[in-house]
């Protein structure tokens, strides 16, 4: 933990992690904060779903270019522009009321998703010293999941308070916040986006992008199922306030896992760890379809969420070994147009099978989803053959690319 301990000792280090924490609530608000608004004005299951399932298929369909343009313009402009219109655009939302007109903002909503997760993780490279990226990355990304803790429960108690428009309100509220501050920090200004290398292959023609993708199709749609599973079970079993207390529990023990990974991340090969933690991650969700939305359901999510803390340091580990360099920001990016772009058909599909058959479908669709990804992997682990070693402070520095800033 001592390496914890120095990195938030750097000046740099703790101002990226507080600015970026209320635009990171946000989003961890903003789905539940869909669903309810949708769900309250039509008292429909599905019509809320589908609005949560369109919002993030747009915000997953502009990822890749948003992180594209990121890629070649830096990180100033973007934020600066997509922050307030999402904040707008959330308010404007929150007033609506017919069917019709929830669906078709939410619809748009997605396109003004502010690339918050995709500007801090290069900006660690300014950051801190080369030998604390690995820490530093273990670290943001425990404490990006950390804010599902709070988010789903803050959300989910104004939602169902006598004042429910103050869920999206303090939603917009937190993204312009944070946001804001995160575009005039001196790291947003002096991140230089990496030099492409000549003779690289297109991120979409690497073969293990590809399969990072075809993994990301299924797993997108077991969780986007899931995120609507929950929700709709705990309405349909009147007891729609465990909602936020299920989906915390399962972040604080991602937060847990996530924490863990990064302390023996440099004592293990990247790709070996990860699948063995996806067979885990299979294991544990077996019991998901079996559960009710109690007890029992929070404690099959601890487990899981423990394992899947891991996953995201070692997934993270594996992308930046494999990706073409020049593209630190767009290989997430595109990574995340198919992760998503599924999840939200996932979370579409979800509230259609909820509230017509079973919610109980969804949470078996997310274990089904992690079977199939935990085979595609295992398949095709040659291809990521280049994540199969213990990275060095070296190799790290190598796979960040050659990032230059004035201020560093």
Known sequence: MRAYFELL?????????????PAR?????????????????THSIAAAGLAVGLEGMSSALTAGVRGSIMDRWGLKWPLRTFVPAYAALIIIFNLGQSRNEL????FILGFTAPPINLSVRPMWKITVPPDM??????????????????GPVLVTTLALSSHPASALNACAGFMLFGGGMMALLPATKAWVPEKKVKGELPIWKVPAIRLLMLEGVFIG???????????????????SHRTGLILAVMSAFTVIGGLLAGLISSKTSSLQAFRRLYLAWFIFSLPLAFTFPDW????????????????????????????????????????????GTCAAMGQAAGGFISQNYSPRWCLAATTIAISIGLVVINLGRGRLKAADRIPTKESDTEALGDVVSSEN
């Open 9 to 21: 000792k750097i000046r740099g280090a703790q101002v990226l992690l507080i600015s970026a924490f």
């Open 25 to 41: 609530l946000a989003y961890s608000m903003i789905g539940l904060g869909t669903y309810f608004k949708v769900q309250h004005a």
């Open 103 to 106: 669906i078709l903002v939410a």
């Open 133 to 150: 990226i690995r820490t530093a990355y273990a670290m943001d990304t425990s404490v990006m999941t950390s804010v599902g803790v709070f």
């Open 221 to 239: 749609f077991g969780w986007g199922a899931f995120y609507i599973g929950v929700p709709a079970f705990a309405t349909l079993q009147n007891v």
């Open 296 to 339: 029992r359901l929070m404690v099959v999510v601890a487990f899981i969420g423990l394992v899947n803390g891991g996953l995201h340091v070692f997934y993270w580990e594996i992308t930046e070994a494999v990706r073409p360099r020049g593209s630190a920001v767009a290989a997430l990016g595109w990574l995340w147009t198919v992760e």
